[in-house]
């Protein structure tokens, strides 16, 4: 029986290509996969049919946009993830929900091989083929560009050569990935970092420095998840497209970043996530009245390894679910109302209101009606300074030998 190899299929140019180099190079034949994770453009259909007539035997087309937006990022909003202190991990969630989809591909169509788009420096290749092994071990994996060497040149000269069903001449500079979650754009004038980006980079934001007028939400969430906007009841794939438009308008989410990529390399990425980054600042905002002081310090911590791991291509790890337990269980109590202005680029909370709030207006206030016992604070401070009042003792006696 002939070979088969399901391939990770975006439509465009390179991935098109790939279907007819992959079968030329293996003389396996291919099996395209298409999935929706709130990319916009073309149509799923769409996409299929120029799969077939690229000469994939099969394509498999799956929106999975509820999925991605329910099970990878809502885990993303839960951590407050944000690699390096920036990137709301854009691509890097998008990986795993597509492995997921590849495999099951494979075992539909008896396929023994995954192949992926993906070039031999970034992270995504990493994701993709750790996340196969996991979930295939008995799979391989192959990477046309990296491992047979399709370039941009011949890529457009297979698809000439054979009259491919794809665009070949419009040529964008930059390398672009999108979904719901977000956008990053990166190489060509952006590899220079003292370059600022320019307009045309940009297209989930509007510029922030001549915003409509300030645009106040009220975003309701349920432990930890958003539910509804405006009062309005939303499922997580809502409230982030609804805030991408909304966010977005107002030039929310914008980042430009050098970043550490797994390989190795220091890479420049331009980021617009406008709805992750307005739905982060509102659950950590939520998270700050409901969660109490020790854990939410220890949390924060947890957040920055869970958005590494998840960085480096550990979704599917046993650290990682470990981690996504501890997270869960501190969601418990993040339900309540955050109200936020978006305006010029910016996100900021203005109100707050829970019924599993910590916040004690009897204990805060300086009014009267105080339940704060003032005097308790003499003793306290005696004691807590005092392992470092000991210590110091010592550091002066020394010091005086
Ligand atoms: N640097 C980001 C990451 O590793 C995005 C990778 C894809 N970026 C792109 N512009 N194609 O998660």
């Not at 645009?215 to 997580?236: L, W």
């Given at each position: 029986m002939t070979e088969r190899i399901v391939l990770a299929y975006s439509g465009g140019l390179d991935t098109s290509v790939a279907i007819g180099w992959i079968g030329e190079a293996t003389g396996a034949e291919v099996i395209a996969v298409a999935v929706d994770v709130g990319q916009g453009g073309e149509s799923l259909e769409t996409i299929r049919q120029r799969a077939l007539g690229c000469g994939a035997v099969e394509a498999y087309v799956a929106d999975a946009s509820d999925e991605f937006a329910n099970e990878y990022c809502m885990p993303t909003l839960k951590a407050n993830a944000l690699y390096q202190g920036h990137y709301p991990l854009v691509s890097a969630i998008s990986r795993p929900v597509i492995v997921k989809h590849l495999v099951k591909a494979a075992r539909e169509f008896g396929a023994t091989t995954v192949a992926h788009g993906c070039t031999g420096k970034g992270n995504d290749q990493v994701r993709f083929e750790v996340g196969i092994q996991t979930l295939g071990p008995d799979l391989k994996c192959i990477a046309p560009v990296r491992d047979l060497a399709l370039t941009r040149d011949k890529a457009i000269a297979f698809a000439e050569e054979k009259g491919l069903p794809i665009e070949t001449t419009k040529k964008n500079p930059y390398s672009i990935d999108q979904n719901v979650w977000g956008r990053a754009v990166e190489t060509g004038y952006l590899e220079d970092i003292w370059n600022a980006p320019t307009k045309d980079i940009y297209d989930y934001t509007a510029t922030p420095e001549f915003p409509?007028?300030?645009?106040?939400?009220?975003?309701?969430?349920?432990?930890?998840?958003?539910?509804?906007?405006?009062?309005?009841?939303?499922?997580?794939?809502?409230?982030?497209?609804?805030?991408?438009?909304r966010a977005g308008a107002q030039g929310v989410g914008r980042?430009?970043?050098?970043?550490?990529?797994?390989?190795?390399?220091?890479?420049?990425?331009?980021?617009?996530?406008?709805?992750?980054?307005?739905?982060?600042?509102?659950?950590?905002?939520?998270?700050?009245?409901?969660?109490?002081?020790?854990?939410?310090?220890?949390?924060?911590?947890?957040?920055?390894?869970?958005?590494?791991?998840?960085?480096?291509?550990?979704?599917?790890?046993?650290?990682?679910?470990?981690?996504?337990?501890?997270?869960?269980?501190?969601?418990?109590?993040?339900?309540?109302?955050?109200?936020?202005?978006?305006?010029?680029?910016?996100?900021?909370?203005?109100?707050?209101?829970?019924?599993?709030?910590?916040?004690?207006?009897?204990?805060?206030?300086?009014?009267?009606?105080?339940?704060?016992?003032?005097?308790?604070?003499?003793?306290?401070?005696?004691?807590?300074?005092?392992?470092?009042?000991?210590?110091?003792?010592?550091?002066?006696?020394?010091?005086?030998?």
């Open positions: 409509p007028a300030p645009d106040e939400v009220t975003i309701s969430f349920e432990a930890g998840v958003p539910v509804a906007i405006d009062g309005v009841r939303v499922t997580p794939l809502q409230a982030i497209k609804e805030l991408n438009r980042i430009d970043v050098v970043e550490d990529r797994l390989v190795g390399i220091k890479s420049r990425e331009i980021y617009e996530a406008p709805g992750a980054m307005a739905l982060i600042t509102a659950h950590k905002h939520l998270e700050d009245i409901t969660i109490e002081r020790e854990q939410a310090r220890f949390k924060a911590n947890v957040g920055q390894r869970w958005a590494e791991l998840v960085y480096d291509g550990q979704w599917f790890s046993p650290l990682k679910r470990s981690l996504d337990a501890f997270i869960e269980d501190t969601q418990r109590y993040v339900t309540g109302d955050i109200r936020m202005v978006l305006h010029g680029g910016q996100a900021i909370v203005n109100g707050r209101r829970s019924e599993t709030s910590l916040y004690d207006f009897d204990l805060a206030t300086y009014d009267t009606g105080d339940t704060f016992d003032q005097s308790m604070a003499r003793g306290f401070i005696e004691l807590w300074g005092m392992s470092a009042k000991v210590a110091s003792g010592r550091d002066i006696r020394v010091a005086g030998k």
